[in-house]
């Protein structure tokens, strides 16, 4: 069964960049399916940040375009979000996930607790 798990920092500093990375077993990210990120504000519903296709392309919420870059790491089968210029409102839980059609994702990590906090 394919199985994704995020790691990265709890805690970031506004301004500063979020980095989270998804380690994903069974099945090769360079051969099929768009991998993607989904995040949770506490007391809100899930927001879908963007994603990388098998192929490299990527693709992102247009209100978070500005500040996010996901990448892959082929060999590693892992891909990164990257989130610039973090305010408290970026607090949340990250999710990565497998992604199988447009907008539907079967797969899914546990999530990452990250707080934006000076």
């Known amino acids: 069964q394919v199985q994704l798990q995020e790691s990265g920092p709890g805690l970031v500093k506004p301004s500063q960049t979020l980095s989270l990375t998804c380690t994903v077993s069974?099945?090769?990210?360079?051969?099929?399916?768009?991998w993607g990120w989904i995040r949770q504000p506490p007391g809100k519903g899930l927001e879908w940040m963007g994603a990388?296709?098998?192929?490299?392309?990527?693709y992102y919420s247009p209100s978070l375009k500005s500040r996010t870059s996901i990448s892959k790491d082929t060999p590693k089968n892992q891909f990164t979000l990257h989130l610039s210029s973090v305010t408290p409102e970026d607090t949340a839980v990250y999710y990565c996930a497998r992604g199988v059609v447009a907008g539907t994702y079967d797969y899914w990590g546990q999530g990452a607790q990250v707080t934006v906090s000076s």
């Open positions: 990388v296709h098998y192929s490299g392309n990527t």
């Open positions: 069974l099945g090769s990210i360079a051969t099929a399916y768009s």
